[in-house]
């Protein structure tokens, strides 16, 4: 459906993307009782640990392998040896998760081997579990360290082969990067309306979803328990949230055995829809009322809605996953997408996104295309507020990091109800701009030319392999 | 690259302008002042992180990190420098270097064409390159590139020096000075010279806080040539060097800068404070006598004086109704520098009581000034998390004042919490930032939330369910049970 496009040039202007490495780190914060660790300079960790206390607005235990000069030039395994040391020491983590950088990749360590030393040396460690994935900020993005970091966690931690010890009621759930924890809550409770436990790696719900404990923790608290990550194998079925996370289901099947599916999308009627069909037929379970109720209540939100969405023009610019989301559940209230900017060319899934072209490039192209197609609302994180002003158009909060808005956590866009009130919050945008009409609104007499709206993109289950 | 480095990292660590430097034998200062970084127990930004910070605020030229998108897209428009104009400096600018390019070696010929896009789309001034680890590491020699740029566009290109693995944030600050010493200053004659001209140093312009300094300065008919580095020009700083005195703003970042302008250019400095009453009107006193001393008129000291008793005693006037919220309330004051003792003065003036000032960034005078005014000066170096949420949780100290990195320790531990460092959202300079920071703080520190969530729920009350009686009698409320 739509070309990608990747313009020849010579750097960016106000980045789009944020790190691999990034993206890493919040994965592995996920995990009940851990600590993220940057291999590599320590700005690259202040910096990732700033963005990310912005946009939860939580304390983040991100640390540092603190390379300096000498380092970078006789290497870095001495100080990955020192850090964990020190991490354990200073904090006792239960979890320790590890992300190269682009400086320590530039010299070409062997990561994987120093830790295999470090870890025959250093016994104390051996209570600590602790995994690596290469995430060099030069490849990828956001994205692709996430699905990096939950792949690397799961071969190193899920114990191998399918078992059928515990409940037959376990099912597991891999979310994307850009689900929220009210997005895993709600995963969760429609998983639970089917009688089945959830294992959700990782578990941004639980960790990061505000919350004030009774004691001091310099770790993680919530998340992503180890034991249940090595019981994975228990699982009837594994959900994986996004075209990115494929690796890591395939990841997971091919330890386990355990059947994996991919949805691509989860934002309106007929990806919830599949969903809950998919729960039905893992569960055996009949669909309850209050899922029926659910999809009733979004049936008329879409009624209410789409005279607000019909026909408005807008541009989105999000990591690939999102922008597919978000454009397919536009497109089905028919409004019109006229500019999708997305960070890599990695995803499969560009190609079905529901626009003419899909655009690898950064907020400058966003902001440029989006003018040029008379886009009525602008749809990405926080730093397109700058486009936004120039332009004099509508913001739409969408993706990571939203530092200038209150409770992103707690905002949910998929199944039935997540869905119905992220369209509210869509039409109340477009409803609060309508204004009085004034004789001047009238001087072209020109009536614009209608066109048929053409068949939307149903189908979101991938096929894996 | 590494020569270059070596030999300016050798330079910056021979500060003679630095107390805490000339104290050190021979041998401990060849070692640097950077305490070296534990690994898995370090916090804090690097070297590109520093000279990001203090050259950012020119607000008309162009910055562009040569780099991995890492450096620029995480940390790109995450501060709140203001503008009186241009805003050519929030864009990100980036070289974006992908595997590619550092496999190939691309990477001075990609920097090379991004000045020039830069140039051609915005037309600025100047160009602001810095230097991060992986392109300083595969040896693309950025000051070359931007020679050439510099010939070719007719445009100055600034070249950084800022790999992150050279140092820590402080360490970066410096090298921005040395950019600006070494290639901006003094590249521009000033249209014309006032005999009280003068620039500040160290001074970012904080959510506007210069916009409560420079109408003092005006009020006294000193004219702010440079501002370095808060909503300034580039044409303003490249003409810097017309000053007569130099007001250094924060100790540790550019004494590298004001010393070296001491010694080329003959601009006596000193040491001053925008922060609190007293410090605000010891400054204007220091700024006017030694604008007296090199040659202007007599009359500015008495003016400077009229000034300071009709603002001392609007901004009091100003702080009275807060006098008796924030009377004998315990403040714990985590932060560094200048601030760790000009905002205690402030602080004590209206009878709050400091429990803990941090010194973890001060200098050996900064620490002086703590001693001097505090009859009983509780100094505290790093504090861990976990310490001081043990602090705040034991009720040792009413509210805590700090950078953002702070914050949810003090909020986690259902304390009231007030920023003063760069992610604030208010200005605290000068006479109206004082009263600005009081009110603030009596606004925090009297709000009712804080006493709501401290309450305790009802099923730590007591964990015994009462079955309600649906009788005809009247129920009693949580609060009487």
Known sequence: MATLLQPKKNGSINPLKSSAPLGAALAYLGVDGAVPLFHGAQGCTSFALTLAVRHFREDMPMQTTAIAEVETILGGADNLEEALVNLQARMNPKFIGIASTALIETRGEDITGDLLSIMQRRHELARTAIVYASTPDYVGALEDGWAKAVTAIIEGLVVPGERRQKSLRQINILPGVHQTAADIDQLRDMAAAFGLDAVVLPDLSGSLDGHVNA??????????????????????????????????????????????????????????????????????????????????????????????????????????????????????????????????????????????????????????????????????????????????????????????????????????????????????????????????????????????????DVGQTLAIG | ?????????????????????????????????????????????????????????????????????????????????????????????????????????????????????????????????????????????????????????????????????????????????????????????????????????????????????????????????????????????????????????????????????????????????FYGIADTSAALRMLARMLVERGAPEDLLERTEALITAEEARAWARIEPYREILKGKRVILYTGGVKSWSIVSALQEIGMKIVATSVRKSTEGDKERIKEIMDDPHMVGSVPAREMYARLANDEADILLSGGKTQYVGLKARRPWLDINQERNYAYAGYDGTVALVAELAKSLSNPVWEEIRRPAPWEISADIVPLDCGPQSRSGVGEA
């Not at chain 1, 690939?320 to 006229?338: M, N, R, W």
């Not at chain 2, 910056?12 to 050190?24: T, V």
């Not at chain 2, 605020?57 to 040569?66: A, R």
């Not at chain 2, 896009?117 to 693309?140: L, S």
Request: aromatic share 6%.
């Open chain 1, 215 to 456: 004691e001091f923790t310099p770790i993680t608290s919530g998340g992503t328990k180890l034991e249940d990550i090595a019981d994975m194998g228990e699982g009837l079925a594994t959900i994986a949230i996004g075209q990115h996370m494929t690796p890591a289901a395939e990841a997971l099947e091919g330890l386990t055995g355990v059947p994996s599916t991919v949805l691509a999308n989860l934002t309106g009627l007929a990806a919830t829809d599949e969903l809950v069909a998919l729960l039905s037929r893992i569960s055996g379970v009949a669909v309850p009322e209050s899922l029926k109720r659910r999809r009733s209540q979004l049936v008329d939100a879409m009624l209410d809605c789409h005279f607000y969405l019909g026909g408005k023009r807008i541009a989105i610019a999000a990591d690939p996953d999102l922008t597919y989301q978000l454009a397919v559940f536009f497109k089905s209230l028919g409004a019109e997408i006229v500019t999708a900017v997305t960070t890599t060319h990695h995803s499969a899934l560009l190609e079905r996104v529901p626009a003419k072209e899909v655009v690898v490039g950064d907020l400058m192209d966003f902001e440029e295309r989006a003018a040029a197609a008379q886009a009525d609302l602008l749809v990405t994180h926080s730093h397109g507020r700058q486009a936004a002003e120039r332009l004099g158009l509508p913001h739409l909060r969408v993706g990571f990091p939203i530092f200038d808005r209150l409770g992103v956590q707690h905002r949910s866009m998929i199944g039935y109800a997540g869905s119905r009130d992220f369209l509210y919050e869509v039409g109340n945008i477009f409803l609060s701009l309508i204004k009085e009409k004034k004789p001047e609104d009238f001087t072209s007499a020109e009536v614009p030319p209608f066109k048929v709206q053409e068949k939307r």
């Open chain 2, 1 to 273: 690259m590494g020569e270059v480095l070596r030999s300016k990292t050798a330079e910056l660590f021979n500060e003679p302008g630095c107390a805490k430097n000339q104290a050190k034998s021979e041998k401990e200062r060849k070692k640097g002042c950077s305490k070296p970084l534990v690994p898995g127990a370090a916090a804090g930004g690097c070297a590109f992180d520093g000279a990001k910070i203090a050259l950012e605020p020119i607000v008309d030229v162009v910055h562009l990190t040569h780099g991995p998108s890492a450096c620029e897209g995480n940390s790109w428009d995450n501060r709140h420098a203001a503008t009186s104009g241009p805003s050519t400096y929030r864009l990100g600018l980036t070289t974006d270097l992908s595997e590619l390019d550092i496999v190939m070696g691309n990477g001075e010929k990609r920097l090379y064409r991004a000045i020039k896009d830069a140039i051609a789309r915005y037309d600025p001034p100047a160009v602001f390159v810095y230097q991060t680890c992986v392109p300083a590491m595969i040896g693309d020699d950025i000051e070359a590139v931007c020679r050439h740029a510099a010939e070719k566009t007719g445009t100055p290109c600034i070249p950084v020096l800022s790999a992150g693995f050279s140092g820590k944030k402080n360490f970066g600050n410096k090298l921005a000075g040395e950019a600006l010493f070494k290639h901006v200053i003094g590249t521009i004659e000033p249209e014309y010279t006032t005999p009280t001209d003068v620039n500040i140093l160290g001074e970012y312009n904080i959510v506007g806080e210069i916009w409560q300094i420079k109408p003092l300065l005006e009020k006294l008919g000193i004219r702010l040539l440079a501002n370095i580095t808060g909503d300034a020009r580039y044409r303003d700083i490249a003409g810097a060097h017309r000053a007569r005195v130099n007001m250094m703003m924060c100790s540790a970042a550019l004494i590298n800068l004001a010393r070296q302008m001491e010694e080329r250019w003959g601009i006596p400095y000193f040491e001053g404070s």
